[in-house]
């Protein structure tokens, strides 16, 4: 059980880094952005208060809000946005493995459904990292692709330790 706080501090520090600042292209996405922003802090406030069944539902929001995003604008920043919403999708499966997890009871080895969720999570971490993210030329959107790129991999390292504690090997 003590392994599972521990799994959740380290989650809560990385979300604190993964708010991403608004890119603006129109008074909907803005307010869509400031949406995006505020389904974070909701699952990193969850996930600060040991309830992993709410981040997961918070950022299982986020991705879609992302994936609408994705399908309403052009160019770079639809794949930007095919990447946030890959990353987003990522952090609900591992909050839902987390969850699943206290359910069982928190025995080891995890059971087959918190290792499927983690499964989930690292094939659709692996989205981001195998997406052909731009190299814009605005240097906000630049910011926000290399923020993008560098929380996948803190995902990735999340996602690694948690396959390994619960023993989904």
């Known amino acids: 059980m003590a392994s599972s706080f521990r799994i959740g501090g380290l989650t809560a520090l990385l979300l ?7 890119i603006l292209s129109g008074a909907q996405v803005v307010g869509d952005e400031a949406e995006l ?3 974070q802090s909701k699952a990193e406030d969850a996930i600060g208060n040991d309830d992993a069944d709410g981040a997961a ?23 930007f946005r095919k990447g ?6 990522s952090q609900e499966h591992t909050y839902r493995a987390m ?24 094939t659709s971490l692996n989205h981001v ?6 190299s814009p030329q605005d240097a906000r959107l630049l910011d ?12 990735h390292q999340v996602i690694d330790s948690m396959i390994a504690e619960y023993q989904c090997l």
């Open 99 to 122: 969850a699943l997890f206290r359910r069982a009871g928190g025995q080891l080895p995890a059971s087959s459904g918190v290792c499927g969720s983690l499964a989930l999570a690292r």
């Open 129 to 134: 990292a195998e997406s052909d993210l731009p």
């Open 57 to 79: 539902m918070m950022m299982g929001r986020a991705a879609l809000l992302a994936a609408q995003l994705g399908k309403r604008e052009a160019g770079g920043n639809t794949v």
């Open 84 to 89: 946030q919403e890959a990353l987003f999708r």
């Open 16 to 22: 604190t880094g993964l708010t991403m600042s608004p």
């Open 144 to 155: 926000e692709v290399k923020r993008l790129r560098s929380s996948a991999d803190n995902w």
């Open 37 to 39: 922003g505020r389904l």
